[in-house]
């Protein structure tokens, strides 16, 4: 799949960062990109652009009724708030964690259903480093640490997410589709500098470039199977 060319990508949190890299990288090689962010990307004129906020149960509806048949799809959207998060009503649960684990379920789900993953699709989680360390914890699966810590609950939700691609592949082993996760490593981005301030003062002269951080993705999404 060296050649992407004309095959429609979804990238979430793709205005910013990695994700705008990796919505670089890959439209480089041909593909149509679907940019899934609450702001307009830099690189919009190369771009399908979906304004929606991914932590809102109707936005998540409207991303599946709205995007096309798929070759591919990067969950890439994170946040990391200095606030607690608020708590969504509909589904009985924080929004961060919709974010982070229950929306890429769900959305998986769905394009499944309605057969918009077509078959040899590649679906790549973007985790972190924070979650390496960090054991699975079920009770955080919805719920808030408590009192709130936006690293540690982060840290939670990265690690769910490896479970999640996890489940994936042994739910969706029928699919001829293919799931991974990923670590882009410590990378230079607006996440990093505002989330963790100090760490990012510590490192950042050791940091990758966003760059460098979307050249696992890009590999993933175009390398042989």
Not at 97 to 104: A, D, E, M, N, S
Not at 150 to 159: D, G
Request: aromatic share 8%; proline share 6%; with cysteine.
């Amino acid at each position: 799949r060296q050649d992407l060319d004309q095959l429609n990508i979804l990238v979430t949190g793709g205005s910013k960062g990695i994700g705008a890299s990796v919505v670089d990288k890959l439209s480089s090689r041909g593909a149509k990109i679907i940019c899934v962010s609450r702001s307009e990307p830099s690189n919009s004129k190369s771009v399908t652009h979906l304004k929606l906020d991914l932590s809102e149960p109707e936005d998540l509806n409207k991303l599946v009724s709205n995007c096309p048949t798929l070759d591919g799809v990067v969950f890439n959207a994170g946040a990391m708030p200095q606030k607690k998060p608020s708590q969504c009503n509909l589904i009985d649960s924080d929004r961060l964690y919709l974010l982070h684990v229950l929306g890429p379920a769900w959305i998986t789900r769905q394009l499944f259903k309605l057969k918009k993953l077509k078959k040899q699709s590649r679906v790549i989680v973007v985790t972190s480093g924070g979650a390496l360390p960090t054991p699975l914890n079920t009770k955080y699966m919805g719920e808030l640490v408590n009192p709130y810590n936006k690293i540690k609950q982060y840290a939670f939700h990265k690690r769910q997410q490896i479970h999640l691609v996890e489940y994936f592949d042994q739910n969706y082993a029928n699919s001829e589709c293919n799931f991974y996760s990923m670590h882009p490593g410590w990378v230079d981005t607006p996440g990093l500098s505002h989330g963790m301030p100090s760490f990012y003062k510590f490192t950042r002269d050791m940091l990758r470039q966003p760059a460098d951080g979307a050249d696992t993705i890009d590999w993933l999404m175009c390398s042989p199977k």
